[in-house]
């Protein structure tokens, strides 16, 4: 194995982005990391928990031999190299986010710029180095966010119908479906020793300030200051608010429509079965009455913008 510095490992789904990845790593990312002399391995990933496999026959020489780790792909594959690194406790690596997908959250909030590798390359290279916290939900981690009820039902309805449209379209007829039986559920909340009943139709908790590609629903979610945001959403949302979601990207909750906390650990108990949940936009299915999310600050290094 040649030396650790320049020496770069990619994890690259070339079909996020409807096959831009791909296409953008054989026509540009190949002949960018020639002219700058950068060694590199690349993995392709063909399914889900390809990367997750690979970070465990190989974690001695993934801890031990290379100097950055790239994501290149969507939120999934991001997802994926960050929670299989804390499983393997590789997390001294910095990792950067070459985002094609089509919500690209965590990239958002990092600065990365989106379908655009030869900026995202400049910035693995000379970009700012920061620390990523990393939460977990009953021992399985998140990095963007957990959500309760509507979103949850949605990606599973959508993982169930094994839709391959490209991009926001896949979502359309879960949405729809999911609006035609919406369903409240009675969240037992306990936050800093304080015992809180919510009825609402989605619970978000966020380590991020960007959800679904870019909107602001959360107010005060920050990846490195050690909390996460609760969002409890109490009720069918206006037109006004649905409006506000693609275009402004501002405040799009009124105060009548959430209701919402801040903190490091938080309890969340249901009566009986929990409504469908997603992480990191995959469905998550230990369907257990009882929640412990906890977040572990400064997890991992990644590269932002500066």
Sequence with gaps: MSEKKNRFLIFLNPAAG???AGLFYRKIMEKMFFARGIDYVTVVTNAKGDIR????NFSGSVSSG???IIAMGGDGTSWETLSSLMENDICGIPVCIFPFGSGNDLARSLGMPVYNPTKSLEICLKGALDELDICTVNGAHFANYLTFGFDGEVIHRR???KIELPGYTSYVRPIMK???NLKYHLYHLKIDGKEVDVIGIACIISNIPSQY???KLVTDARYNDGRFEITVIKKTLSVKTFLKFPFLHGKALSKSEYVRFKTDHALIDFDDAPP???IDGDPYKPFLKHFEICIKRGAIKVIKKE
């Design 276 to 278: 469908p949940i997603q």
């Design 178 to 180: 999911t609006l035609e």
């Design 53 to 56: 496999k690979y970070v465990r």
């Design 18 to 20: 409807s096959g831009r």
């Design 213 to 215: 590609g870019g909107v």
């Design 159 to 161: 993982a169930a119908e």
């Design 66 to 68: 290379y100097e950055r």
